[in-house]
């Protein structure tokens, strides 16, 4: 499975495809073109992965991310040797083990002993070895006392800690999980990034599927985007999965629920003043989606009411990030200083320093009449980007954080020395 592959690197996958036949328990054996001859009916094919072209070196942690049914499953079971691919070659260095359903490669009327031993006799681990870490890999685990038990009357989570301990010590060239941050306790998450990391300081290759995107952007070096079986981006883990959080908004604000957009079906209130049209505004008051930090960013919102006698509305504007995290809120409790037309109302909020982190955004906003009576709100009214600064000697995109805090460091005298940005 290695043949002619580079001594740096880990895998390379050169036109990988992968296709399935419906309604035939194999791809193309006998069964299934005598039952396609037999009933009359041809087979239809689902291509779930097409033409994948991947290099991942030695000791890199790659994040793969992508949208239900977009192929990320089958690639991991490509390189795992769980399934064969239709088209292409594959070629992967070292021993693989994979995490892609915890405890799926279990037998249930086994002990734990027993499994433990079957899974390292299957990655071609001699059973001396093995069973000089059965006391660690159990004690690892938390289950020292259920060795001897079979894996049936484990719960969930002995099964999870079991899978992941043997992982640890069977000490594999190439590590592959599918989602495992998505299950288990909290006890059980933080063992799993600890394992994470220490195979990373070890310079193990890792593949992570995971649809928690902050994971894959804090601990992978490259991130992967599948889309509809094909690789559509590949780069730095910031930017992968920026782009696929702005493309995930873009398909939910469009989609909407039962093909509906949002902007019609994230609308609640009695209507009688809605929110006609929320603009977004550079600088120079030209219209934008995208806004370097540090840069001004105006809000025109446009209201209109079908009764002219109703006074200026209270409006609440909200920020959320990619993770629909509520990042900052602002109110225009006070209607003094503005005069209506009737039926119409326009209002600006201006952001004179954008300091939100580099990253996709929307908006939430609220038109009331006092304190309960809504008159529209409207969840995803707007997105945008923020986009790192052109200014010198800032940590734009480098620093952890949602916001950039304006902050100044002092020496013990209190004598202010330099101005910077505390995220």
Request: net charge negative; charged share 20%; glycine share 8%.
């Amino acid at each position: 499975m290695s043949d002619n592959l580079p001594e740096d690197l880990a895998i390379r996958a050169r036109g990988l495809s992968k296709r399935y036949y419906l309604g035939s328990d194999e791809e193309r054996s006998l069964k299934s073109l005598f039952l396609r001859k037999v009933r009359g009916r041809h087979l239809d094919v689902l291509e779930v992965l097409r033409g994948i072209d991947l290099d991942v070196p030695k000791g890199q942690a790659l994040g793969i991310c992508g949208a239900n049914g977009a192929g990320k499953s089958t690639l991991l079971k490509l390189i795992a040797g769980i399934t064969h691919p239709s088209d292409g070659t594959l070629s992967v260095s070292g021993r693989v083990a994979s995490l892609l359903e915890l405890g799926a490669g279990f037998h249930p009327e086994m002990t734990g002993e027993e499994n433990v031993l079957l899974n390292g006799v299957i990655l071609g681990l001699p059973e001396r070895d093995l069973n000089a870490k059965m006391e660690a890999i159990f004690s690892d685990a938390g289950l020292s006392r259920f060795a001897k038990t079979p894996i049936k009357h484990y719960s969930t989570g002995m099964v999870q800690r079991l899978g992941f301990s043997i992982a640890s010590h069977l000490d594999p060239d190439i590590l592959i999980l599918d989602e495992i941050f998505a299950v288990g306790d909290a006890l059980f998450r933080e063992s799993a990034v600890d394992i994470f990391r220490r195979f990373k300081a070890r310079r193990k290759t890792i593949l992570l599927v995971s649809h928690d995107l902050s994971i894959l952007e804090n601990f992978c070096d490259r991130v992967v985007m599948l889309s509809d079986g094909g690789i559509l981006m590949d780069g730095p883990p910031k930017v992968v999965t920026h782009q696929y959080a702005a493309l995930v908004w873009q398909h939910q604000y469009q989609i909407g629920v039962g093909g509906v957009p949002y902007a019609v079906t994230n609308r609640l209130g009695d209507q009688r003043m809605r929110l006609e049209r929320v603009t977004l505004l550079d600088g120079d008051g030209d219209e934008a989606r995208a806004f370097r930090q540090f840069s001004p960013m105006r809000i025109r919102f446009t209201i209109v009411s079908e009764d002219s006698d109703l006074s200026v509305p209270y409006i609440s504007v909200k920020i959320l990030n990619e993770w629909s995290v509520d990042v900052c809120q602002t109110i225009l409790g006070s209607a003094e200083g503005f005069d209506p037309a009737p039926n119409r109302f326009e209002v600006e909020l201006v952001l004179e320093s954008l300091l939100l982190n580099p990253g996709n955004y929307h908006l939430e906003v609220i038109v009331a009449m006092g304190r309960g009576l809504i008159m529209d709100s409207w969840s995803y009214a707007e997105s945008f980007s923020v986009i790192p600064s052109e200014v010198e000697n800032r940590y734009s995109g480098a620093v952890a954080g949602i916001f950039f805090h304006p902050a100044r460091w002092l020496p013990p005298s209190g004598t202010a020395v330099s101005q910077s940005n505390a995220s």
